[in-house]
């Protein structure tokens, strides 16, 4: 099952120059993980890979493949993603608005709590995939 999930123009941007600048065939696709974790609810990482893994869901974001774990798309479910560069950070972001609050916060005031369910990938956390390390 595909999940429904939203990717903001700068993550397609993102995803697009990543799959286009691996070196692997146009076939190949973005791979995207998510499971469980962290205080935002979520732990992802991503490579870029010439096929998906046997079980993977395919999604198709404007021409680019996204090839997630099932379960991953079943996290992904209501998710936006959208991608930050600012002078200190640069990543993936995901956003699930119907996440409660990260319950971290030791004032006890829920006022002043972080936004709901907020998750950063950065840059350097990129993996190759084995078939796409340079000869």
Known sequence: MLPNWTVSPAAEKFIRRMVMFSGLPATAGFRLTVTPGGCSGYNSEFTV?????A??????V???????P???GTLMDGVIVDFAD???KSGLTFVNPGAAPCACSSSGDAASAAPPAVSR???GSIKMAPSA???
Do not use: C, H, S
Request: charged share 25%.
């Open 86 to 88: 600012t002078p200190t």
């Open 70 to 72: 099932a379960d991953t």
């Open 62 to 68: 404007n021409g680019v493949k996204v090839f997630m």
């Open 55 to 60: 079980g993977d869901v395919v999604a198709n």
């Open 49 to 53: 890979e010439a096929e998906p893994q």
């Open 121 to 123: 990938i950065e840059i």
């Open 133 to 135: 390390t340079p000869r």
